[in-house]
């Protein structure tokens, strides 16, 4: 027996209907709301899965429709599909199945994003129906509210119509077979509201905000589910010029770097959940804008927005090299529960509740994790997390998402080793050193959050939110870089004890941010306007310590930080838009920050060895100053597929509150950005194409210092590039994407000698240390229907992602080592169960995470050099992680 399912719902008995009572769809208009009243346009399906007619029942001849009533997001995903009109138990899951995966372009009035609810009817036939011919982006056939009642649709209709004659082709199956995939110019599916009934309308969720200039990238599942993403950091990676590193192990934040900015934890990039919750901590001991992503669960990130340079008036501290926004929300509703197994005795399960009828962004999530870590076991870490959200509507139009976090890891770190000592086969390149302190080192964290947020769209397309936030992290680490160079400041004649720093942190944090977008203003036909006002707030009260300690009973044998910073940042933004025509648009703004430090340094002022004291030790200051930020961005569309770019604007990130003076103006690193570019979409075949040339330029940089195990200003710096990125799916279920960006980075003026430091690793002119010039990515994923076994649908996917790194400079006019790495991921579902493995550093390179440049001595030979050695923290070899799913 042959069978076709209804695929875009052609031939669809209500499309039949429809089609027999109006013209040619193909020419019929989008609807639209009469003059005086708000123009309400309809969803469109801008990606589907095919919905699979139920084995079992083949050898019946069951001819159905099933009737979904679905909500379709403000975002164009499902958040909501109940049966409207019932085929049967087995064809109602069907659908259900498959139409929680679809993707629409949304709801819009007045050009704003909505909720809507539409109807969308499925045909399983056992005979072949032959396709309507409906163009791609044929708007969802539904009445707009106050728009008059449309005709109804005529009858269903359980055959095809005589005229309608079946034809061998891509949608006629064998028995047994997943439906083949869409034929160029087949129709769209057509979802139909319910005859003599308006479409309901609702408002629920955060809009997706307006692109800012041509390095405004979003990253969805079908990229972010590419390769394998042991980490949330690691979501990022696909995004062009990032790369990701983690070489001080699983308890410390990943290090980043973003077009020739090494951003080290995140001094560079701002971070944020959901546009409330910021990631980044201020005055962190380990280094400026801290940023640990460990407390988000990859498997619960929906989408994420990268900008890259600074052209939104949203953007505040850290936004130097660029902004992430990390939205959390889970597709698939039910209960989802993986085990996963592998290399170094890897252990880990996450268990994912989504209440099915809730919003994408209503969930609850949790993980745990262990692992003995690659080389000589010292990198073994235990880590868990938990993420709740719970999205609600309220009286008035309003819109509430609550969420809350918590997470906390400890591992071992391996440290650094030497180049010449590897060479030398002292100590094997995965291994660590066999001393006790290099072998007594650790990390420990933990972080928790919560934030309650608000959100109210006008019908008038006015829009307000509201959001308050609060976190409280900690941190502890006890890192070797240098070995035994070190000497005691506090009492001069003890040296030689272990360079082993340890830092803490504890951060408590509470902020609220506010917006209010008002409506449209029509100056002239030819000319719109808006304007959109905000406010953010955060404050901060900081512990930190930095001491040296003597393994392995952790003696403090010198103290060199004890000090407590209390912050207040207070923000403040206006961002207007001019829209001329349909062909030109100018957004831009301005942005002030005002940001106060109380500084308690109880180890300032201290009296030097040998000398008389005259004071007690202490140094408590208080500073302050304001960061101006204009930005503006300028889009043309000299064709309806291309779009031209042009942007500017002025960053800042705060300076590290301990190295301020009493009274002063704090000194905030400004950067300049400036960037033009263009988009090219080809929507036949779905590619998009983006070329980008920027300039950054940098008040003062930051690098990292072995001897202090953080962060220490080297100069203003410069930085051109270009930024190629290109995204395909040519085919349903079918993804791809590859960047390119290359990127020369400068250091403009170099600190001057010092007595204590009388030969500077940097020097006028230089590359920027432990930036890549060129950074290559590409993602693949590809996911398809393989047929039955025993009655159920098996499912395949399959995924890569690569990633090259040219050469790094390092100082003193080294070169670090050039990196490719591949991730892999293959998987195979049959109904609620899947199984699945996932490789990184698929081809087991052998390769440094990072490397650096500076004196060391770890006593592995008889005579200590006082030169500059090379020294490097081992990448992962070849990890394999099995795993087990169930979807409930």
């Known amino acids: 027996?042959?069978?076709?399912?209804?695929?875009?719902?052609?031939?669809?008995?209500?499309?039949?209907?429809?089609?027999?009572?109006?013209?040619?769809?193909?020419?019929?208009?989008?609807?639209?709301?009469?003059?005086?009243?708000?123009?309400?346009?309809?969803?469109?399906?801008?990606?589907?899965?095919?919905?699979?007619?139920?084995?079992?029942?083949?050898?019946?001849?069951?001819?159905?429709?099933?009737?979904?009533?679905?909500?379709?997001?403000?975002?164009?995903?499902?958040?909501d599909a109940q049966i409207a009109v019932s085929?049967?138990?087995?064809?109602?899951?069907?659908?259900?199945?498959?139409?929680?995966?679809?993707?629409?372009?949304?709801?819009?009035?007045?050009?704003?994003?909505?909720?809507?609810?539409?109807?969308?009817?499925?045909h399983f036939a056992p005979e072949p129906h032959p396709p309507v011919p409906v163009p791609p982006g044929a708007p969802t056939d539904a009445t707009p509210p106050d728009a008059g009642t449309a005709p109804p649709p005529g009858p269903p209709a359980d055959k095809p119509r005589p005229a309608d004659k079946p034809r061998p082709d891509k949608h006629t199956h064998t028995h047994g077979e997943q439906p083949a995939e869409l034929d160029s110019g087949l129709a769209l599916p057509h979802a139909v509201a319910e005859p003599g009934k308006p479409i309901e309308i609702h408002v629920q969720g955060r809009p997706n905000p307006p692109r800012r200039g041509a390095s405004d990238f979003r990253l969805g599942r079908a990229v972010l589910d590419s390769a394998p993403r042991p980490t949330a950091a690691d979501l990022i990676k696909s995004a062009p010029g990032f790369h990701v590193m983690r070489p001080e192990g699983d308890a410390v934040a990943q290090r980043v770097s973003l077009r020739g900015f090494d951003a080290d934890h995140g001094q560079d990039i701002q971070f944020t959940l959901g546009g409330t919750i910021p990631l980044n901590q201020p005055s962190h001991v380990h280094g400026q804008g801290y940023a640990d992503l460990n407390v988000l669960i990859p498997e619960t990130v929906l989408r994420v927005r990268v900008v890259e340079g600074v052209y939104d008036p949203h953007q505040g501290d850290f936004a130097v090299a660029g902004s992430v926004d990390f939205d959390l929300g889970v597709e698939e509703r039910g209960v989802r529960a993986t085990?996963?197994?592998?290399?170094?005795?890897?252990?880990?399960?996450?268990?994912?509740?989504?209440?099915?009828?809730?919003?994408?962004?209503?969930?609850g999530a949790a993980v745990v994790r262990t692992t003995d870590g690659f080389g000589d076991g010292v990198r073994g870490s235990v880590s868990g997390g938990f993420t709740g959200q719970y999205r609600f509507e309220l009286p008035g139009d309003l819109s509430a998402l609550v969420h809350l976090s918590a997470y906390g890891a400890r591992g071992g770190v391996a440290g650094?080793?030497?180049?010449?000592?590897?060479?030398?086969?002292?100590?094997d390149f995965y291994d660590a050193y066999p001393d006790v302190s290099a072998r007594s080192q650790s990390a420990a964290a933990t972080r928790t959050q919560a934030s309650f947020s608000l959100q109210r769209t006008g019908d008038d397309n006015s829009e307000a939110s509201f959001g308050l936030w609060g976190a409280y992290a900690t941190y502890r680490s006890r890192l070797n870089f240098t070995g035994y160079t070190q000497r005691s400041r506090l009492e001069p004649t003890w040296a030689g004890r272990g360079?082993?720093?340890?830092?803490?942190?504890?951060?408590?944090?509470?902020?609220?941010?506010?917006?209010?977008?008002?409506r449209r203003y029509e100056a002239a036909s030819w000319l719109k306007s808006q304007l959109t006002l905000g406010a953010d707030a955060e404050a901060h009260s900081i512990d930190q310590a930095q001491n040296l300690l003597e393994a392995p009973q952790n003696e403090t044998w010198d103290r060199r930080v004890d000090a407590t910073v209390r912050s207040l940042r207070l923000g403040a933004f206006a961002d207007a838009l001019f829209t001329f025509s349909r062909w030109a648009r100018l957004r831009g703004g301005l942005r002030a920050d005002f940001i106060s430090f109380d500084i308690d340094d109880r180890l300032g002022n201290r009296t030097p060895p040998n000398r008389e004291e005259t004071h007690f030790i202490g140094y408590r200051r208080t500073a302050a100053g304001i960061a101006w930020g204009p930005r503006a961005t300028l889009e043309v569309d000299p064709w309806p597929s291309l779009r031209l770019f042009a942007a500017y604007g002025r960053g800042y990130r705060s300076p590290q509150a301990r190295q301020l003076e009493e009274g002063e103006q704090a000194p905030f690193a400004t950067v300049h950005s400036y960037e033009a570019g263009a988009r090219f979409q080809y929507e036949p075949a779905r590619i998009s194409a983006t070329l980008v040339a920027y300039e950054t330029r940098l008040s003062y940089d930051l690098a990292f210092d072995a001897e202090e195990g953080r962060l220490e200003r080297i100069g203003p710096t410069t930085r051109r590039g270009l930024v190629a990125y290109?995204?395909?799916?040519?085919?349903?279920?079918?993804?791809?994407?590859?960047?390119?960006?290359?990127?020369?980075?400068?250091?403009?003026?170099?600190?001057?000698?010092?007595?204590?430091?009388?030969?500077?690793?940097y020097v006028e002119g230089q590359s920027l240390p432990y930036v890549p010039p060129v950074v290559v990515r590409t993602d693949v994923s590809y996911r398809r229907a393989l047929g039955t076994f025993r009655g159920k649908p098996l499912v395949a996917r399959a995924g890569y992602g690569a990633t090259f790194l040219s050469p790094r400079p390092l100082p003193y006019a080294q070169e670090a080592r050039a990196v490719f790495v591949v991730d892999a991921s293959l998987g195979l579902r049959r109904d609620f169960v899947e199984v699945g493995v996932d490789a990184t550093n698929l081809l087991n390179a052998r390769y440094a995470d990072t490397e650096y440049v500076f004196v060391s001595d770890w006593q592995t030979s008889g005579i200590p050099s006082h030169l500059p050695a090379r020294h490097i923290s081992a990448g992962s070899p070849l990890t394999i992680l099995g795993n087990l799913t169930f979807h409930l």
Request: glycine fraction near 8%; hydrophobic fraction near 40%.
């Open 339 to 363: 085990a996963s197994y592998g290399s170094f005795d890897t252990k880990r399960l996450v268990a994912i509740f989504a209440p099915a009828g809730q919003s994408e962004e209503t969930f």
């Open 499 to 518: 360079d082993l720093i340890e830092q803490s942190n504890d951060d408590g944090g509470f902020g609220a941010r506010a917006s209010y977008r008002t």
């Open 726 to 761: 290109l995204q395909a799916n040519p085919s349903n279920g079918l993804h791809a994407s590859i960047s390119g960006t290359f990127v020369r980075a400068t250091l403009d003026s170099p600190p001057p000698p010092t007595p204590e430091n009388p030969r500077p690793a």
């Open 87 to 122: 085929g049967g138990e087995a064809f109602d899951d069907a659908a259900l199945a498959a139409v929680r995966r679809w993707r629409f372009s949304p709801a819009t009035r007045d050009g704003v994003p909505i909720r809507a609810r539409i109807r969308v009817p499925f």
């Open 1 to 79: 027996m042959r069978f076709v399912l209804s695929r875009w719902s052609h031939a669809i008995a209500l499309a039949a209907g429809l089609l027999a009572s109006r013209p040619a769809f193909a020419q019929a208009p989008a609807p639209k709301a009469p003059a005086g009243q708000a123009n309400v346009t309809l969803p469109t399906v801008v990606e589907h899965v095919d919905a699979v007619y139920p084995p079992d029942k083949l050898a019946q001849g069951v001819d159905t429709t099933v009737e979904v009533l679905v909500t379709v997001e403000r975002n164009g995903t499902v958040g």
């Open 416 to 427: 650094v080793l030497r180049r010449d000592d590897i060479d030398r086969r002292v100590v």
